[in-house]
């Protein structure tokens, strides 16, 4: 990064290289079709609040953010009580001020015991990533993640039977 007062700032970000495609080769998509559904985010970030909110949406989901465990098990207890189930519930295991997304999974599994909550976190020694079943989650996301990972979770949380088995 480099800075200059009354000029401005430089931020220099460095992404992953991909390999080249070879002429006629296409970008290979994901076989499984998602199906579109409602989302719960917990995240204490905005600016990831913000990214995964458009990336779900751009999938065809909808999705609804919040900062905290609390929040969360507010909104999701609402939802529920509406008849308004979410499909699927991504919890950041980390939240800075806040219930993380263990506690608040634990809260959840109270209101309602087939929720499909999805463990994020950027701590990827994290026992909750390594095995996510093992702590209730029914899959992990490790941070960063990108669209064809999300997706790939989604449709194998979403296409699962209530007891945690994938559907066939």
Request: aromatic share 4%; with cysteine; net charge negative.
């Amino acid at each position: 990064m480099k800075s200059e007062v009354a000029v401005g700032t430089t931020f220099d970000i460095y992404l992953p290289a991909a390999r080249k495609l070879s002429d006629g080769e296409k970008v290979p998509m994901p076989t499984n079709e998602p199906r579109h559904g409602r989302m719960l985010v917990m995240d204490d970030e905005e600016g990831v609040r913000v990214v995964l909110g458009q990336t779900l949406e751009g999938m065809g989901h909808s999705a609804e953010m919040v900062e905290d465990g609390e929040e969360a098990i507010e909104v999701f207890r609402k939802a529920n009580t509406l008849g308004r189930r979410f499909d699927a519930v991504l919890l950041d295991l980390t939240i800075r001020e806040g219930m993380g997304g263990q506690e608040t999974l634990q809260a959840l599994l109270k209101i309602d015991p087939n929720v499909k909550a999805i463990a994020m976190s950027g701590y990827i020694d994290s026992p909750v990533i390594l095995e996510p079943e093992r702590h209730g989650f029914k899959a992990a996301l490790e941070k960063p993640f990108d669209v064809g990972k999300l997706q790939e979770i989604l449709c194998r949380v979403m296409d699962s039977s209530p007891g945690g088995k994938a559907a066939p």
